[in-house]
C-alpha cells in the first residue's frame, strides 16, 4: 500500500466517500484529490467544496458536465434506441465512462497515481469505473474502498467518522434513503431495501422525479420534438441545447407520470438484481427517436441497428464505452443518422407517451405508393406475383423434393 | 385461366370476397370453395354460410380457430418478445400463416388446384398467405383478384355487385369505415384513410377495442398471471385456456386503455405504411413475459434470445413462419422457457402496463448474494478486482501500446 | 415497347450480347448505346469496338475499370474477410455494382432512358445488375433480353445472327465452352455443363487460371505481403498499385495450384447451383488479412467483424452494394482497419497458402503477458482466480438453486 | 487451507501433475484422487497408475473417453461448422468440459469437495476446468496450483521432485520438448518457445500428426464420407463409431499433410497468443461437412447457422459448453442436421482438402429448376421482374426522393 502516493476520488460529498477521503489518507497515506461533477443528479455540487477542505484535501475539482454528458454520452447511445434487456435505458452506465475519464485526465494533470471510488464489490459501476480508468491510463492503480475495508455497514461508517472527526451533519439531519440511489440528468435508481424482494410492490414514497400516474394531470400535454442528425435540437420550435433539452423533457415527463420502471436485471458481474428507475426525458426520446426514425431511415438499416442494438447496449452496460467495439458500432450508428432529421409530435398523459405525429424532409415515406387510393401507376401490383414467387422457390423446392413442412 | 377447376378462398363475407366468389366463378369457371375462420375478430362468422350459399358455393368450411391460433401461434410468439421495428407486436401477421394452412388443407380435402384470397398486391398479407401455400402445397395455384382485376375502388366493386346480382345489403346498411381494418384475438389495426398523412393524428372514433386513457377508470386494476413454460396458463388464479387468456387481457386491457399504436413501418414488398393498432393483451403479455423471464432465465440465454428476437420478428412479419429458420429459432426459443414458470403481478392504468412483481420456484434471483446487507460471505467482493483486472487486459495492452482510446 | 428511346447495354462483344444489340435495335426500335469494360478478364476489350460499330453503335463506351474494381470494391470486401456460405468470395458478385453504376453514368451523360445485360432470368446477376441500376436511377428502364424473348439455346442465337447478318466468325472459330463462365481481376467462374450433376468431378481441362496443384512446382514460393488500413500496398517490399497487387497474386497464385473451389450455393433468386471458382490472389488476400489483423486488430473488434461478415456478405451476394445497410456496416468494418498495418509472410505450396510469420509496428501481441518463460509482473495470475469465478457465478446460482447443467 | 479433505486432479503422469498430487497432499494435507483419460491423446494412460500408486494415491481413475469425446463433444461441435477467428477449430476447448464433468462425478462418487488441475494462470483452459466444475457443482473447491505456488521454472519443479522424493525417469530420459503441448483426438497444438515471436516460421520438426506437404504422397487420396443426421457414420462404405472415423481421418489427413494450422489467437482472459495446431481429420470434416449442407440445408437454415456459429464458436472456446446459451444454441443446430444426410467425396493432396462431389437422397438441388438448358418450364424467368422491382422499392423510393446512393 506503500507506493500510491496520490489518488483522485469520485467525490460525491455524502458519508461514503467522505469516510473514503479519510481512510485512503490513513491506510495509503496517500493524498486524495477529489473530483465531484454536476451531470444533473440534482444535487448542488459546491457543498462538496467545504466538505473536501475540512478532510484536509488540497486539489478540489468541481464541474459542470451536463452539457458533455448529454452531447457526447446520452444522445449518441440513443440514436440506437438502446435498451437493456428489453427495459433498461441505461441511466447510470452512460454516466460512468465518463466520471472515468475525468478521474484519469485528472490524475493526469495532478501527477496521481491512483483513483478511487466509492463503488460496491458486487455490482456493476465498479466495473465500469475501473474499465474506462485502465483503458485510458494501463499503469494506473485503482483502490476501491468497498472491496478491502470492513466498513460493511452504515454504523460501522458512522463510528469511523466518530473516530477521525469527520463531520457527518449531513448524516445527522437526514433521514436516511432505506434505498441505494444514482442520479444524473438521464435518471434516478433505486435498490436496496424492500427492492430486494422481486415480488414486493415498490412503495409510492420512493419515487422521486415523477408523480404517480394517478397523480398527473387529467389533460395530455403535446410536444413537438425537433431532430438534427438523430439528436433533439428544438422543442415545440424552441432550440434547446442538449442538457436543457433532457432537463425539459424530464420536468414535463415527470409532471406527466412518465418514465417509472421496476425490473430484475442481470449484472455483469453474475447476479441478478433488482432495480427501479426513473428516467422521464428518456422514456420520450426513447419513443420519438424510433418515430422519427420510421419516416427517415431505410428499412434495412433500421433493421441492421435493430440486430446489433442489444450488443451495444450490453457494451455499455458492461461498461465497455472506450472499447474498440463500441466505437465501431458508433461509426455505423451515427453514419446512419445523418438523415434522420424532422420533427415527432408525441402525447404524454397519466404515465403514457404516444408518438401522433412525424414529419420530415428527409421522409421516405411515399403517400403515392403507399396509398390505398388509386396510384397512379407508380406501383405496379403485378410485380408482387413474382416477387413472392421467387421468395417461395426455396420452399417451393422442398416440398416438391418431400419434405413436409408442417411438421416440427 | 382455364385450367383452374376448383379453389379454396378465405372468405370473410364482406364486399370484397363475395365479389371475389363471384369474380372467381365468371372469369376462372372454376368451383370456389369458402373457408371463413373465427380467430377472435369478435364479428360472427355463421353468416358467411347463407352468404356464400347465396353466391352458389357447395362447400362451406367455417371453423372456430381460436385456441388453435392462440396455442400454436400467438403464445410461441410471445416466448420471443417478438416485436418488429421495436414497436409492432405483430398481430395480423401471425394469424396468416393459420389461414395458409387450413386453406391449403382444405385445398387436400377437397381436391381444389387452387386457393385464393382478399389481399391486395401492395400489401404484407398477399405474401404471408401465398408463402404458406407454396411451403405447403408447392404446385398449387394462387388467384390474388386485387393483382389482376380492375375493381380498384368500391365504387367498381358496388356496380360489379349490382350487375352480378350480389346481394349487398350489408353494404347499404353499414357505414363503411375510411379504414382498411384487419382483427382477431391479438389486434385490431387501421390503415388509409387519414392515417395516410404520418403527421395526421389519428381520431379518436378510429379506435374500437380500447377506451382512450382519457376514459379510463380512475383506479388501477391488478392482475396476477401465472406462467408455465412461457406460456399464461391462469389469471388470479384461475386456469384459462390459451383463447381465454387472451379474451380475458383484451376486455380487461381494453377497459384500461391499455395497447393502442401508431406507427410508421416497413412492408417486406419496400414501402412505408402508417398503421394503428390495438393490442391490449398483448401489451399486457409483453410486459410480463419478459417479467417471469426476468427471474428465470439465465443471462446469456434472455441476451441469446434478444439478440435473435429481430430476426424472429422480421421472418414472421415477411411471412415466412413455415420456413425452416423459424422452426430453428422456436426450437432455441422453447428450450430455453422450460423454466419460465411463476407469476407476474400487473398493474394496468390509464393506458399503462406496470410490472410490479414477480416469483417463481425456478427464480435465479438469489438474495442473499444481490443484498446490499451483510451476505454471510456467499459472494467475495475481491473476486471483482480480478475480473476487472482481466476484463481489462485487452485494453490495457492496447493503450500501453500507444493506443489513445479516447479517440473516435 | 415503344416508349423506349435509347439503351445503355453492357456488352462484351461476345455472341450473346452481339445478338442483343440487334434484338434490342429491332424489337425496341431504340439506339443501342454499348459498354465495355476491363476488369481484369484477361481478354482484350478493344475487338469490341469494331464489333459494335458493326452493328451500328454510334456511341461505344470501353474502360478499363481495373484499379478502380480493386480499390474501391475487391480491397473494401476483403477488409471483412468476406466469404458467402463458408467457401464463396463473391468474385462474380463483387464485379456487377461497378458495372452497374458505369451503366447508369452513361446512361445519364448519353441520355438514354434504359439499360440492358446479357443475364438471364435464373441467375443473381440480373439481381445484381438491376438493383444497381434502380438504386442509382429510379426511373430507369431495364431490358433484360434473357427473360424477354424465345432465343434460348446456342442454336437460335445462331440463327438470329444469320437471319439478322449479324458477323459470327468468332462463334464459329473457336470451339464453345461447355460452361458458362465469368471473369475478372478477382476470379473466373464457371457453371453449367457436367457440373449441374453435384456428384460429378470437375474436369481438370476445365480449369484456366491455376495449374493443377500436381502440376505444380516442388519447391514453395514465399512472399511477403505488405498492409496499409488493411490493403495490401506492397509485395516483396515492392510498392504496388491495388489492380498490380491483385494481378501478381494471381500469377504467383495460379502457379501454385492455389485458389480452386467446388461449391453448390445458394442463389438470391431460391435454388441450389453449383459452380466452381479459381481465385488465386482472393484466397492469399483472405488468409493473408486475417493474419494481419490477428495482431493488430482488438479481440471484440475481431469478433464483432466476424459476426457481421456473413451478412455483409449476403448484402453483397444478393446485390446491395449501393444499399444503406452495406455502408453502414462499410463504416463500421473500415474504421476498424486504421490500425491494420504491417507484414504478413505466406508460404505457397501445391493449392495451399500458409501463413508463416506476421509483424507489425500496431501489433497488439505482447511477449512479456503472453510468454510461458516468467513475465516479470506484467500479468498477475490471481487475477484469473477472480475472473473465473464471477464469470461462473450465474452458472453457479443456477446449479445451487438445482438446476442440473448436465442435463440437455 | 485446511478445509479442504479430498481432491480430484486431473493426472497426466507426467512431471507438472505429478509434483503437484505431491504438493497437494503437502499444502492442503488432502488425499488425492488422480484421473487420467484416454482422450486420443496418442500415449499410453495406463502408466499414470504406477506412477499415481508411487506417490500413494489410493482412488485411481483411468479411463478411456474416446468415443464419448468424439460423440458427445466433438461430432456436435462440428454440425455448426465451428470456427474460432476464422481459423482454429477448438481442438483443446471441446476436450476441457468432458474433463471438468469427469472430475465432478468422480468428485461426486468419492466425496472430493475439490477438484484440482494442472493449467496455468495465463491460458483458457484454467477457465474451461473451472466453470465446468462450478457449473456442475458451485460449491466444489477449485485448486490451480500454478496460481498458487512459486514453482514457476521446470528447474524448480525438478527440484521439488528432487527435495520430494518423486521418481522423475521420465523427465530424465525424454529430451523435453520446447514447446507447451495438448493433444487428443481432434488436435495436437503447439504453443510456447520460438512460437512466441509472431514472425518466425515453425520448424519443421516441431509438427508431430502430419508429413510436410511436400513429403506428402505424390498421388491424391480420395475419401467417400457418409453422412446421417450432421455426422459421419460410414468411410468408404465402411461403417464406423465416432471415435474410429475420427482416428481413420487423421491417420489419412495426416499422411497426406493436412490439417496444419500457425495463427495468433486471441485468449479469454485477454491477451494474443500464438499457436501451431495439426487437425487433419476435423479439416477434412470441416471441409465435408459444410458440403453435405450445401446441398441438403435450406438457404436461410445455412445463413442462420453462420449468423451463429461465432457466438457459438466463442462460447466454447471461452468455456462455456455447459452454458444455457451453448445448449439453446445446439437445439437449434441439431435441428437443423435432421435432413443431413448423404455422401461426400473429397480429394486430399499435400496438405489441401477438395470437395469432388455430393449427393443425398435429402438434396434441395433440383436439376431441372437450375439448368442452363431448357427447363420445361420448372421456373418462370419473368418472376424475376417482379422479385427485382421490389426488392429495389425502398432504394428507388430513396433515390426518387433525392438521396444519392453513390455516396458515401
Known amino acids: 500500500m506503500s507506493e500510491i502516493k496520490k489518488v483522485v476520488l469520485a467525490y460525491s460529498g455524502g458519508l461514503d466517500t467522505s469516510v473514503i477521503v479519510r481512510w485512503l489518507q490513513d491506510e495509503y497515506n496517500a493524498e486524495v484529490v477529489t473530483f465531484t461533477a454536476d451531470l444533473g443528479q440534482g444535487e448542488e455540487v459546491e457543498p462538496a467544496r467545504t466538505k473536501a477542505e475540512a478532510l484536509g484535501v488540497k486539489e478540489i475539482y468541481i464541474e459542470d458536465l451536463r452539457e458533455e454528458f448529454v452531447r457526447d454520452f446520452v444522445f449518441p447511445m440513443f440514436r440506437a434506441n438502446t435498451i437493456y434487456e428489453g427495459e433498461y435505458l441505461l441511466g447510470t452506465s452512460i454516466a460512468r465512462p465518463l466520471i472515468a475519464k475525468r478521474l484519469i485526465e485528472i490524475a493526469n494533470e495532478t501527477g496521481a497515481d491512483a483513483i478511487s471510488h466509492g463503488a460496491t464489490g458486487k455490482g456493476n459501476d465498479q466495473v465500469r469505473f475501473e474499465l474506462g480508468a485502465y483503458a485510458l491510463k494501463p499503469g494506473v492503480h485503482v483502490i476501491a474502498p468497498w472491496r478491502e475495508w470492513d466498513l460493511n455497514s452504515r454504523e460501522s461508517l458512522m463510528n469511523y467518522c466518530e473516530t477521525h472527526n469527520i463531520e457527518v451533519d449531513y448524516a445527522k439531519n437526514k433521514k436516511k434513503s432505506p434505498y441505494s440511489m444514482d442520479a444524473n440528468l438521464l ?131 458492461n461498461g465497455f464505452w472506450w472499447s474498440e467495439e463500441r466505437k465501431m458500432m458508433q461509426q455505423l450508428i451515427d453514419y446512419s443518422q445523418r438523415v434522420v432529421n424532422g420533427d415527432v409530435r408525441v402525447k404524454l398523459y397519466k404515465g403514457s407517451v404516444d408518438v401522433v405525429g412525424r414529419r420530415s424532409d428527409d421522409s421516405l415515406f411515399d403517400e403515392s405508393i403507399a396509398t390505398f387510393e388509386d396510384d397512379a401507376g407508380s406501383y405496379d401490383q403485378k410485380d408482387a406475383a413474382g416477387f413472392i414467387k421467387l421468395n417461395a422457390l426455396r420452399m417451393r423446392i422442398a416440398a416438391s423434393k418431400g419434405r413436409n413442412l408442417l411438421e416440427d
Open 187 to 317: 435518471h434516478i435508481s433505486y435498490e436496496g431495501g424492500i427492492l430486494e424482494d422481486p415480488w414486493a410492490e415498490a412503495e409510492e414514497e420512493m419515487w422521486r422525479w415523477s408523480v404517480a400516474p394517478e397523480n398527473a394531470p387529467d389533460q395530455p400535454t403535446y410536444l413537438e420534438l425537433t431532430y438534427e442528425k438523430g439528436d433533439i435540437v428544438a422543442i415545440n420550435g424552441e432550440a434547446m441545447s442538449p442538457a436543457t433539452v433532457l432537463e425539459y423533457l424530464n420536468k414535463v415527463g415527470g409532471e406527466n407520470g412518465i418514465g417509472r420502471l421496476d425490473i430484475v436485471e442481470n449484472r455483469f458481474v453474475g447476479m441478478k438484481s433488482r432495480g427501479c428507475y426513473e428516467t422521464p426525458g428518456g422514456t420520450i426520446m426513447m419513443k420519438a427517436h424510433r418515430a422519427i426514425e420510421s419516416i427517415t431511415l431505410d428499412r434495412e438499416a433500421a433493421h441492421l441497428k435493430d440486430e446489433l442494438m442489444p450488443k451495444y447496449a450490453k457494451t455499455i452496460y
